[in-house]
């Protein structure tokens, strides 16, 4: 098969060079010289019906166009639907990233077993054999799913015009390889000539198609930054591994938000949807425990009740420690530092641990008052009454901020049966008739008259 010429550009600034080199001599980035795929050979890799293929567009008035086509897939997952704003939209391409053995592989295989249509999951990781394995810890029995193990683009689309599937599922980018390409799979060129064709392919059939792509050490999808661009849709699917909880989130969403987020359980047999995720995130405990406070947090837009332990000690050996999981450290010093200076609490000698439960990172400022209760708690050794709950950021003088969306996070507090919730005096609440009471604060002396 006729080879491709290729060149190498700088993904700078644009300079062209016939061979690859560290640093770009025009504008001195170092690595910014990958190769680059300039003439390809006549021969089309995706064909269709001669008919079509000289279709030329035209311009329409935007009231010309007939939307009413793309309805979405059913994906039959609710949380999956709910991220990708409502089902999958025809033609569209959607990358998941993650961490290897996160549960990608098993996310989309348990979608393949579960959807009505005809779906193709295409593997270059694991044989037939080791697929089926895994499917029969997830459910056995499916008559739409259909499995090929290649990693050859060509022969891919091969099979794809034999069988005509619904849905396409690749697994991953990174082990595929196109002719057109020299270099060896998982490089920058081919991956994006993979993913020129698999678009081509999308738009020209309305088939939806599905990439898993693994990331790199610093979280970020391995190839090009160009990736991202080029597809409709990218969901990161996130968690720690030695928990069960699994979020998946969306980064760009061309057909919906990205503010939502799906939440599963991984377990024996395969990822459980988890619809009310407050309930489990909250410990079952006997008793109340010192140390433990229950933040309103907003995930996206949901509602979530997460909850914050602390341990606070007398530092042992020199400098005290301060660890914080699932929260930024920063933060954390900076509210010991707030609670030091404002409400006269001695931590400087303190050893202070911070956990979030269930393995969750959280980024919403509202859990800063639950983290100072929790301190605060640990550090008297004095249990919070466990139906009480927090939602309002601290700010640098002790003072109690407002957070948004304080209504919904306040009604999911009443639906779970908490009997407080604290929150800031400047928050704008106009709930009326709440079982729960509201208890407005507006500095951080108030939380210490309430706790101590
Ligand atoms: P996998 O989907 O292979 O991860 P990825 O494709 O992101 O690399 O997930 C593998 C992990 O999931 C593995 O550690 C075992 C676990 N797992 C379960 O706990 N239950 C199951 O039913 C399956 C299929 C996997
Ligand atoms: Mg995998």
Known sequence: MAKVKTSFFCQSCGSQYSKWQGQCTACKQWNTIVEEVIQKPEKSDWKLPASSTNRVSKPLKINEIDSSADARLNMIDN?????????????????????????????????????????????????????????????????????????????????????????????????????????????????????????????????????????????????????????????????????????????????????????????????????????????????????????????????????????????????????????????????????EKRAGFRLGTKDVFLNITGGITVDDPAIDLAVVAAILSSNEDEALQSDFCFAAEVGLSGEIRPVQRVEQRILEAEKLGFSTIFVSKYNKISLKNTKIKIQLISKIEDLVEFLV
């Open 79 to 339: 949380e999956f639907n709910r991220v990708l704003g409502g089902g999958m939209v025809p033609g569209s391409l959607i990358l998941l990233g993650g961490e290897p053995g996160i549960g990608k592989s098993t996310l989309l295989l348990q979608m393949a077993l579960k959807l009505p249509y005809k779906t193709l999951y295409v593997s270059g990781e694991e044989s037939q054999k080791q697929i089926k394995m895994r499917a029969e810890r997830i459910q056995p029995n499916s008559e739409n799913c259909y499995i090929l193990t290649e990693t050859k683009t060509q022969n891919i689309f091969k099979q794809v015009e034999a069988l005509e599937p619904d849905i396409l599922v690749i697994d991953s980018i990174q082990t595929l390889h196109s002719d057109y390409v020299e270099s060896s799979a998982g490089s920058i060129s081919q991956i994006k000539e993979c993913t020129t064709e698999l678009i081509k392919f999308a738009k020209e059939t309305a088939t939806p198609v599905l990439l898993i792509g693994h990331i790199t050490k610093d979280g970020n999808i391995a190839g090009p930054k160009i990736l991202e661009h080029m597809v409709d849709t990218v969901l990161h699917f996130e968690g720690d591994r030695n928990h069960v909880f699994r979020i998946l989130r969306a980064n760009k969403n061309r057909f919906g938000s990205t503010n939502e987020l799906g939440i599963y359980e991984m377990q024996g047999s395969g990822l459980r949807e988890v619809s009310n995720p407050s309930e489990i995130l909250i410990s079952e405990k006997d008793g109340e425990l010192s140390g433990n406070a229950i933040a309103a947090t907003l995930e996206g837009m949901r509602p979530l009740m997460i909850e914050v332990q602390a341990l606070v000690s007398t530092a042992v050996y020199g400098t005290p420690q301060r660890s914080a999981t699932g929260f930024n450290a920063k933060r954390l010093n900076m509210l010991l530092a707030v609670l």
